[in-house]
Each structure stands twice: as C-alpha cells, then as structure tokens.
C-alpha cells in the first residue's frame, strides 16, 4: 500500500478500443531506476460501444486503478493519467493485434512501455484469512459527506459496535499513494481488519477513500501532504455531525504518512481525545527516505558498502539539492550535478545495477525521472518535513507502535525521535512499543522483505490488535 520508497507512482488508468480490438487483458513492464515495474491492462467495451479500463501494478499492489481519458483512433490510443505531475500513455497496436508498442510519459521523462495481450489470469486469489467477511456482529454503514462547500465528495465506511452508546470511535488515515479505504495492498485490507477488531471490542472507526479514489473526490496533482491533512478534517467534521458519536471521544490511527498526517491534525485541534501512529516517522522525512532506501537496497541483495554510498552520496544529496530548487530548469540541473559528482567516484557496474544507467539516453531518463518526480508539491513538501514540530505541540494521549522488522521506517530512530518530541511536548500521555517479528504492515514476516508483503497470509499481527484496543479503552476510563 503503499510504498514510500522512491520510484514514480503510478495510478495508472488504461486502454480501450475500436477497431483492430484493444478489449482484453494486456500486460507489460515500465523500467524505471533501479528496477522494472509491471502493469497490467484490462480493457472492456459496453452494449453502447463505449471502452472502458482498469490497470493493476502488481509489483506496487495496485488494482483495478481505473482510467483517466482514453482515445481510440485506428490503431493507436492515447490515455491521459491524473496522477501527481500528470501522465499520459500513447501505442499503437502491431502484429496480428497481440502486441502495443508505446510511450509511456510523467513530467518531461518518457519511458518506453510496450503491452502484449494475454489470457486472462488463472492464478487462484490469495488466502488472506483476517479480511473481515459478513455478516457482521456489529454494524457496518457505507456513508458518503462533502466538505463546507461541496467542492469535495468523500466515501467511507463506518463500524459501531452493535447497541452501544457512548463509545470511543477512531478516524483511519492510510499511508503515501492513494488508498481505498481499506488501505488494500496485495490483496490485504488492513484498515478493514482493524475497523473489525475495534468494533468486536466496543471501538467504532471511519475508514476512508483517499481523494480520487473509490467514492471520493478531488485534486490530486497539486496535493501535499497538507492537503491530506484538510482531507482527514473535514471526516473528523462529518463524525460530528453524527448523533451516535461521542464528539469527546474521536481520536485518529494513522499508518506510515498517516501516523504523519495524525500529529498535524492533533497540534490544530485540542478536541482529539487520542492518537495512535503505526510506523509513523519521527525524524526529518529526508533522514528517514535516506534510511529507507539504505535498508530495502540490503535486503535486495545489495552490498552494505554499495547502498551507503549511493544513498549518503547521491540519493541524499540530489533530493536535498532538487526540492529547494526554485524552478524546474535549476532542478534538472541541480540532479544532474549530484549525479555526475557520484558517478565519476563509482564504478560503471554499481551505477549500471542501482539506476540502470549505461549510456547517455539511460542517464537522461534517470535524470529526468528522479527530478521530475522529486520536484512536486508532494515530494517536496514531504521532503522538508520535520515531524518533531507537530509532534510537540500534540495535548491527547498517544500510542506509538513501530515494527521491529520494518525498512520502510526503521523502528529504533523513528520511535526514539517520536519519544523526545513527545517528552519535551504537551501530550497528556504517551506510550511508545517497538514490536518483535513486524514489518511496516504490521504484518509476522519471515524474510521481512517488501516482496514479502504479498507472500504472507497474516493481514495484520493480533497482537498489534490487542495492543492498540486495549489502549484506547485504557484512554477512554481515564
């Protein structure tokens, strides 16, 4: 669900037809630095003639990502994506109509993506035994609100425990990347999962579509993480609005950039009777980035000397020297003084593995790829962030948990930083818990790997579940 490592994030949408027939499944693989994303098409087409398609990113744990525009003409199409800097796909179909051959565009980077038609797949679905199935023993209630003015539209559903009164509710933000509501990744509904297990033990919840997704409306493409945060307000105003909701009892559980999200909202809003961060950072966002990708390159495979020098050497820099860049010119150019400062100390070989650079045309699209993206309004506000400011001013109880096993957060720096912020701060309470044996979802992982995420059957650990339940009803009694 929801990565925050650094590779282009790809919401995509997809392909459909006229003549010769673009319906069907259609599958190909993007390359981008340091590895090949694979993507998956599914074209359809009505009664009427009209075309319509999802895309799945299998590798990212994306499906049924639905399209933006599409344009049949011949046998080319052209699609627009509404994604963070914009993006678009054009193709055209060749050999006997089993193949598209086409460019794939974000910013001004241009990537070759080439689709071959396949069967659909066989592949049976994956057992994910803790996806909550009804009915239900307590009541579930897909509901839709919009903000003051009506220019936002949000879907979500809310959980109570049947025939109570009085109960203490928790408002769910999911992490980086839209997220339905469930914060689905890999076929795990996390956020479904833990709405059950607080809802069994007297716990409501509203879990909710991300903006542009499922039911939800609004602008992505300029978004930070602010924005979100306006988002998760504007739910925290509609739960008021409820005349079964103790208003002196919503509190918020956030994931990754949830648990960041979470602390910004608590500083502004006194009323929040609890948080609880899952993998939430602590240190400034480039320290943790930087940890990041140190930590996912080793468990790829990557040598320890290799990772540090690409990550304190030239990831590092180069996002530092592009997000204060005041222009897109000085960003480029900013990337590409970093780049060739580090590829001149490295060997071709390391270069090659770690950004699939070979040749001049393999730089310009690293290049372009790893600027274009940084210099956003996401990258760069989420960049610049430092969580230890909001962290401070937080007054409500707070419960921060951290896998032991993630390398998406490392749990040590983050929760540390999270203590000291707290301490020096004004929150009533906390509690911080590093948790043996989990990964960043929270999930009993044995290689612990990102891989790994989709491997594994268990969504998310029972015993994170119990941690966070019997907190809060420990919150609620004081």
């Known amino acids: 669900k929801k990565l925050i490592f650094l590779i282009l994030t790809f919401s995509l949408a997809t392909l459909a037809a006229a003549q010769p027939n673009f319906t069907g499944r259609w599958e190909g693989s993007l390359a981008i630095p340091g590895k090949t994303v694979r993507l998956v098409f599914h074209i359809d087409k009505n009664a009427a003639g009209a075309f319509s398609a999802t895309m799945d990113s299998p590798d990212q744990g994306a499906t049924g990502l639905n399209c933006d525009k599409t344009s049949i003409s011949g046998d080319s199409v052209f699609i627009s994506i509404a994604i963070p800097g914009g993006a678009t796909y054009a193709g055209k179909i060749i050999e006997d109509g089993d193949q598209i051959t086409g460019f794939f565009k974000q910013s001004k980077a241009s990537l070759p993506l080439n689709l071959k038609k396949k069967e659909a797949s066989t592949s049976s679905t994956p057992n994910r035994p803790q996806t909550p199935k009804p009915p239900f023993d307590y009541t579930s209630e897909d509901v839709e609100y919009d903000n003051a003015g009506s220019t936002q539209h949000f879907g979500a559903t809310f959980t109570k425990p049947r025939g109570a009164t009085h109960f203490p509710v928790a408002l769910l933000i999911t992490g980086s990347g839209q997220q339905d509501r469930d914060e689905t990744i890999f076929?795990?509904?996390?956020?479904?999962?833990?709405?059950?297990?607080?809802?069994?033990?007297?716990?409501?919840?509203?879990?909710?579509?991300?903006?542009?997704?499922?039911?939800?409306?609004?602008?992505l493409l300029k978004a930070t993480s602010a924005d979100f945060a306006k988002d998760v307000e504007i739910s925290l105003a509609y739960l008021k609005?409820?005349?079964?909701?103790?208003?002196?009892?919503?509190?918020?559980?956030?994931?990754?950039?949830?648990?960041?999200?979470?602390?910004?909202?608590?500083?502004?809003?006194?009323?929040?009777?609890?948080?609880?961060?899952?993998?939430?950072?602590?240190?400034?966002?480039?320290?943790?980035?930087?940890?990041?990708?140190?930590?996912?390159?080793?468990?790829?495979?990557?040598?320890?000397?290799?990772?540090?020098?690409?990550?304190?050497?030239?990831?590092?820099?180069?996002?530092?020297?592009?997000?204060?860049?005041?222009?897109?010119?000085?960003?480029?150019?900013?990337?590409?003084?970093?780049?060739?400062?580090?590829?001149k100390q490295t060997s071709a070989a390391t270069v090659r593995n770690l950004t699939n650079v070979t040749d001049?045309?393999?730089?310009?699209?690293?290049?372009?790829?790893?600027?274009?993206?940084?210099?956003?309004?996401?990258?760069?506000?989420?960049?610049?962030?430092?969580?230890?400011?909001?962290?401070?001013?937080?007054?409500?109880?707070?419960?921060?948990?951290?896998?032991?096993?993630?390398?998406?957060?490392?749990?040590?720096?983050?929760?540390?930083?999270?203590?000291?912020?707290?301490?020096?701060?004004?929150?009533?309470?906390?509690e911080t818990q590093i948790l043996p044996g989990l990964n960043h979802l929270f999930q009993t992982c044995k290689k612990c790997t990102v891989e790994e995420y989709k491997e594994l059957e268990e969504t998310f650990s029972p015993a994170a579940l119990r941690i966070m339940g019997d907190w809060i009803k420990g919150v609620e009694k004081k």
């Open 360 to 430: 001049e045309t393999t730089e310009k699209q690293f290049l372009q790829s790893m600027t274009r993206t940084l210099h956003t309004p996401w990258w760069t506000y989420f960049m610049q962030y430092r969580p230890a400011e909001n962290l401070r001013l937080v007054q409500c109880p707070v419960l921060a948990l951290n896998g032991e096993k993630d390398i998406q957060v490392a749990a040590e720096p983050n929760i540390a930083a999270i203590k000291k912020a707290l301490i020096s701060g004004r929150a009533s309470s906390f």
């Open 241 to 343: 609005t409820r005349k079964d909701v103790d208003t002196l009892k919503i509190g918020l559980i956030g994931h990754s950039e949830g648990g960041m999200i979470a602390p910004m909202i608590a500083a502004r809003h006194s009323e929040i009777a609890f948080i609880i961060l899952l993998a939430g950072p602590g240190v400034p966002i480039i320290d943790l980035m930087g940890r990041q990708n140190l930590d996912v390159l080793k468990s790829v495979g990557v040598d320890s000397a290799s990772a540090k020098n690409y990550v304190d050497n030239m990831y590092v820099k180069m996002v530092e020297a592009i997000v204060t860049a005041p222009t897109d010119s000085m960003a480029t150019a900013n990337g590409k003084a970093v780049f060739e400062g580090w590829k």
């Open 187 to 219: 076929d795990h509904k996390p956020f479904a999962v833990i709405a059950d297990y607080l809802a069994k033990n007297g716990i409501g919840a509203l879990r909710v579509d991300d903006r542009g997704m499922g039911r939800s409306t609004g602008d």
